[in-house]
């Protein structure tokens, strides 16, 4: 099934390029954009700034972000684009395995499965900073949650706060917060066969 993207609004995809693999992986959310954003391309660097400001920093230095891709729908139907900007990380601390990524919920006033969502975030939590059973220190998780927050505000203040999409059944719904899962989260069933 198409997702069905509501006039006014885009779904966006931040694609992490790590260098020693052939594949991106992506982070991928709903957006409402601003109406004084004029094409789809202005939403994808929209996005890419508040994104970039808080996850270079703390995502291993052999990743590239973006440029950042956007499917929008700005009244005529769906347009796809790709942004105009990248963002190169600088942590030079060791990160878990490709298959492991740090996992984001997404929650909404909206009660129930449909005011839920998530994102994966790979590359990002430090290998020894995850115990053996997958569990992120305290520490680390504190300053993932840090950055996820901080993301909500930036979005917002860039003219794209996050919303769900509800694949054409109702209207999405505004992100109201973002949670980082204390336990690292496989992307196994995820990777190509």
């Not at 959310?29 to 660097?45: H, K, N, R, T, Y």
């Not at 499917?71 to 942004?83: E, K, Y």
């Not at 203040?157 to 204390?182: I, R, Y």
Request: contains cysteine.
């Amino acid at each position: 099934m198409t997702l069905q993207i509501p006039p006014g609004f885009s779904l966006v995809g931040v694609p992490f390029q790590h260098s020693a693999s052939a594949r991106r992986s992506f982070c991928t959310f709903g957006v409402d954009q601003d109406p004084s954003l004029a094409s789809p391309i202005a939403v994808a660097d929209a996005v890419a700034t508040a994104f970039y400001s808080g996850f270079t920093p703390s995502i291993t230095q052999e990743v590239t972000l973006g440029p950042v891709e956007v499917r929008s729908n700005f009244g005529g139907g769906p347009i796809f684009a790709v942004g105009t900007t990248t963002g190169d990380c600088t942590s030079v601390t060791d990160t878990v395995s490709v298959n492991t990524a740090v996992l984001v919920s997404k929650s909404t006033l909206t009660p129930g499965r449909t005011g839920r969502g998530r994102m994966f975030v790979p590359w990002w939590a430090p290998d020894g900073n995850v115990d053996e059973v997958g569990i992120i220190s305290t520490a680390t998780r504190n300053s993932f949650q840090a950055i996820v927050d901080q993301l909500l505000v930036d979005l917002t203040t860039e003219g794209v706060p996050m919303v769900l999409l509800h694949n054409g059944v109702g209207s999405p719904s505004a992100v109201a917060g973002l949670t980082v899962s204390p336990l690292v989260a496989s992307q196994r069933r995820r990777l190509g066969r």
